[in-house]
């Protein structure tokens, strides 16, 4: 495991973050830094750096990863629709270097934020969590 890896630090428990879910293999939080009202980060247990970097031996951790998505946003009440995004490598925009998922909904008259835009209050984001954790049960 990447010792100095912020999303391993997480999942390790020595980085706090505003959990909303957990199985076997992958972690789900609030993003701290969202651009949407809901944005949930979906990280594999497992260090991978990037989309670029799976194999043939990932395909099932990759069909959790986005199985888990639709759970996550019916729970929170979304039901128009909601985006799924995978930023892969340097061009494609990817800041933390370890494979993640943004889940977040998009609503009419909201528009997306751009990146590095805002950090929510830790408040909220906790307060989300919390929420989020009592209806996954």
């Known amino acids: 495991p990447?010792?100095?890896c912020l999303f391993c630090k997480i999942v390790r428990g020595e980085i706090p973050a505003a959990m909303v879910a957990e199985t076997e293999t992958c972690l789900a939080f609030n993003d701290i830094g969202p651009k949407a009202p809901v944005h949930v980060l979906v990280v594999p247990k497992q260090h991978i750096?990037?989309?670029a970097d799976?194999?043939?031996e990932h395909d099932a951790l990759l069909g959790r990863m986005l199985?888990?998505?639709?759970?996550?946003m019916r729970e929170l009440g979304v039901t128009n629709g909601f985006r799924t995004l995978i930023n892969t490598g340097k061009d494609g925009m990817q800041e933390v270097q370890h494979l993640h998922m943004h889940v977040m909904p998009r609503h009419d008259?909201?528009?997306?934020l751009p990146p590095?835009?805002?950090?929510e209050d830790v408040k909220v984001l906790e307060d989300n969590a919390t929420r989020l954790v009592?209806?996954?049960g």
């Open 116 to 119: 590095a835009s805002r950090r």
């Open 54 to 56: 799976v194999g043939p």
């Open 109 to 112: 008259g909201i528009a997306l």
């Open 67 to 72: 199985g888990l998505a639709p759970r996550l």
């Open 49 to 51: 750096v990037s989309l």
């Open 2 to 4: 990447m010792t100095d």
């Open 134 to 136: 009592a209806a996954l």
